[in-house]
């Protein structure tokens, strides 16, 4: 407990500091809130378009894809405002050895890391997400009840451990390569997987997006919640979730004390 | 002195080679994934084509957007929106050779370097993978010269955006706005055939399609993009549009240089 409040009261200075120094570019500031909420509606319109023009995927009406994308929009944008910035920050740190300094500091150098991921562009983000999800609720006539809710919160704080464990995977590929100018867009590209839901997949494909990499956790699961049709695979996807979790503190641990710095 | 900067930046390129290896791993994973994608979704609709491309048609437009991406791929833009940020830009100006020719040497030296370690390497995978019915050795030099043209839009366009930074100090927003049009009107993440038919004709009128679907179509040699005078038609607007952004750049760069002030140091 007193781990995770000193890990809070860091991100929350952090944050200050990322804040203040965004604001100092006014016009930057103001766009790049419009325009990440902007790129952030690509997948909408990606599924309106299939839709628009095809039968769509097997087994989601397009309402339903609507509320699978809305929840996708929340997660993302919760996502990238907590940790969006390490992006920008790291990969930079470790060629021009910068890194180095983090570790002569007196937190865990993984913890000034993602204390440093805020990421006031995404805001926007959420509250698209929240306003479509509210929609599509309408839309569909779903009633939510406690357990859902719950549930969805329970995906959702498991989600972000997944997604932590991707991300430091990254990040001790970066640490042993020291440069991939694209190593960032790859995980985009990874993570973006978790856009479509399980039908488009088959065979293994599906059973590694539902349980092993369980990608479906972040929007599939929760949107499955919503509409009733949870099934009892995504406790496998739970506990692969945390695994992943525990393996990727172990990869660190292992790179970091490889770790031997590439500037100066 | 330009030849020597591409040296250079090849030496650059090149010792970081590793990482090619990873890039063209994972653009593998993700090519499957995409098969996948478009497999079900080809088989749902019960469908030969969608949009007037069949599925090998589909899945090669979205793998070749993984290589033009790579091939077109340079950042001008961050390099003197920092430089602009850092105050490391008023050193580099004092340098013998002109921040446009160095920023194109340093875009144009990587190059050599994907086309040899990450273009071939996924091309021939993804070969493999899904045989091309549509490739022919005309059709590959069509691809690469469309794609070498776009390169040269997509360095322009850039550094303009770069040349922005010396009024906003930070380009990042420009270039996200970049982003956006070049993904959305690009044909990035979706052939432009899928939009609505007016959207479809004020892209037509815009310079973003030759980056993704202009080349692209010409790799999977999609009807409309088979002749030599389309071709040849192409590469004319091309050349246009890159002439006009060259002079714009040239203009913009000058007009900045006079206003600019280091802001750090």
Redesign the interface.
């Known amino acids: 407990m007193k781990y995770i409040i000193k890990y809070l009261s860091l991100y929350i200075e952090y944050s200050k500091i990322i804040f203040a120094r965004g604001t100092e570019f006014k016009t930057d500031f103001v766009l790049g809130i419009c325009i990440n909420l902007i790129s952030t509606l690509f997948t909408p319109l990606f599924q309106f378009l299939i839709y628009h023009n095809t039968r769509g995927y097997p087994g989601w009406t397009f309402d339903e894809i609507i509320l699978f994308q809305s929840i996708l929009l929340f997660w993302n944008g919760i996502i990238l405002t907590l940790f969006g910035s390490i992006r920008y920050r790291i990969t930079p740190m470790i060629i021009y050895g910068h890194f180095e300094l983090f570790l002569l500091k007196p937190y865990p150098a993984l913890l000034l890391i993602f204390a440093g991921g805020f990421n006031y562009y995404s805001i926007g983000t959420i509250l698209a997400g929240i306003i479509l999800s509210i929609y599509a609720l309408i839309k569909l006539n779903l009633i939510i009840g406690f357990i859902q809710i719950l549930l969805f919160w329970t995906f959702f704080f498991i989600g972000i451990l997944f997604y932590l464990s991707i991300m430091i995977f990254f990040l001790c590929i970066s640490f042993i390569l020291i440069y991939i100018f694209n190593l960032f867009e790859i995980k985009d590209r990874l993570i973006s997987l978790a856009h479509f839901p399980a039908e488009i997949y088959s065979g293994l494909f599906k059973t590694i997006y539902l349980i092993f990499f369980p990608l479906a956790i972040w929007t599939y699961y929760p949107s499955q919640t919503f509409l009733g049709k949870l099934n009892i695979i995504s406790i496998y996807a739970c506990i692969s979730s945390i695994l992943m979790f525990i393996l990727s503190l172990i990869a660190w641990n292992f790179t970091i004390k490889k770790y031997t710095g590439a500037g100066g | 002195m330009f030849f020597d900067s591409v040296i250079i930046n090849l030496k650059i390129s090149l010792f ?1 080679c ?2 090619f290896v ?2 063209v791993s ?2 593998v ?2 090519f ?2 995409n098969i ?2 478009f497999k ?2 080809y088989s ?2 019960q ?1 030969q084509t ?2 007037g491309y069949s599925f090998s048609q589909m899945v090669w437009y979205i793998g070749s957007t993984f290589f033009i991406s ?1 091939l077109i ?1 340079c950042n001008p833009e961050n390099s003197i929106s920092e430089g602009i940020i850092s105050g490391e830009l008023a050193l580099r100006l004092l340098k013998p050779i002109g921040l446009l020719k160095w920023e194109y040497a340093k875009a144009i030296s990587s190059k050599p370097v994907v086309f040899t370690t990450e273009f071939l390497p996924t091309f021939v995978i993804f070969i493999y993978i899904i045989p091309p019915d549509f490739l022919s050795i005309i059709v590959f030099i069509k691809f690469i010269i469309i794609s070498a043209l776009s390169f040269h839009l997509f360095f322009l366009i850039n550094f303009f955006i770069g040349t922005l930074a010396f009024d ?3 380009a ?3 270039t ?2 970049k ?2 049009l070049i ?2 009107l690009g044909g990035a ?2 052939p432009i055939d ?3 038919k007016t959207v479809q004709k004020i892209i037509f009128y815009l310079p973003f399609k030759f980056f993704y679907y202009v080349p692209s179509n010409f790799f999977i040699n999609k009807e409309g993009y088979q002749g030599i005078s389309v071709f040849i038609e192409t590469i004319v607007i091309m050349l246009i549009w890159i002439v006009l952004i060259l002079l714009l750049c040239t203009f913009l760069w000058k007009l900045m240089l006079k206003r600019f002030c280091s802001a750090g140091g």
Do not use: T
């Open positions: 970081y590793k990482s990873i890039s994972l653009n994973v993700i499957i994934f996948i994608i079900s979704i749902y609709n469908s969608i949009v790579r791929y906003f100090k930070s990042r927003a420009f996200d706005i982003n956006i993904v959305l993440f979706l899928f939009f609505p």
